[in-house]
């Protein structure tokens, strides 16, 4: 189970997840594209994938809608939002299953066996920086020789003028995309009211860690190609591959990608 604000993630902390994220996560759509252009498999590609936080399922969503014979297994803490995931991701049939975990203990392992591709967006800051490198080390030892291991998420700012900027920058893309979404500041006011601006409003549970103890990590673990690929507002999108090798001739592209993940959040 996640933990917010120094309490279990609760129904309550969802909806208001739900009610703000579309302003909230910065540059959402893009964030979804470039994991999903990330992916080492072809669009036509058969593969398994597995996220970790999945949520209300919108990234679970993008990548069935973009890679048609891919499975997924999308993972949530919260009743609510796999509720929520379950009902958005039905038209998938049979590719799409969702199931209940607590990313802390280590129960729920044995259903990434041999999955080709995991994804965690916002859910393994969570954890502090021991009980990732265990994570991360249980994921390199459980992915498919191809597989790869793709996350967006907080980081750590590892000076005070970083840590300010990150606070700065959250805050101002969130009032433009209140703004620029939804024809107020309203959203953006939610955003302020909840100190939901960890920068700003540091909270014991959330444990982001540093990018580059986590790239360091996932070196260790045994992933071959590690890297960070986008970055914004503290929020980074970065990663490892088992194989330094590419598998196929193309990925998807980033304007497919796009589209995707536009669908998905409509």
Not at 45 to 60: I, K, P, T, Y
Not at 200 to 205: F, G, K, L, N, S
């Amino acid at each position: 189970m996640l933990e917010k604000f120094g309490q279990t993630w609760s129904e309550e902390d969802s909806k208001l997840y739900r009610e703000i994220a579309a302003v909230a996560v910065p540059a959402r759509e893009e964030q979804i594209a470039t994991l999903l252009t990330l992916i080492p498999f072809e669009p036509k590609g058969s593969f398994r994938a597995v996220e970790l936080g999945c949520g209300e399922g919108r990234l679970s969503y993008a990548l069935l809608d973009g890679f048609p014979n891919a499975s997924m297994l999308a993972l949530d803490g919260e009743a609510t939002m796999r509720a929520h995931a379950s009902e958005r991701l039905k038209r998938f049939g049979s590719r799409a299953e969702v199931d209940a975990f607590d990313l802390a203990s280590q129960d729920w392992l044995t259903q990434i066996d041999s999955a080709d591709c995991v994804l965690s967006s916002l859910c393994v800051h969570h954890l502090s920086g021991k009980a990732k490198q265990r994570l991360f080390r249980e994921i390199s030892r459980r992915l498919s020789m191809q597989g790869a291991f793709l996350l967006a998420d907080l980081v750590e700012p590892q000076r005070p003028e970083a840590r300010e900027l990150f606070a700065a920058t959250w805050d101002h893309v969130t009032e433009a995309q209140s703004v620029a979404k939804t024809g107020s500041k309203q959203s953006y006011d939610k955003f302020l009211t909840a100190h939901w601006n960890y920068y700003r409003y540091p909270d014991p549970v959330d444990q982001p860690s540093p990018l580059s103890d986590q790239l360091a990590w996932l070196k260790e673990a045994g992933f071959q190609t590690v890297d960070c690929f986008w970055m914004q507002a503290g929020h980074a999108i970065y990663g490892g591959y088992k194989s330094r090798a590419k598998t196929h001739a193309r990925s998807v592209s980033f304007e497919a990608a796009l589209r995707a993940a536009q669908d998905a959040l409509r």
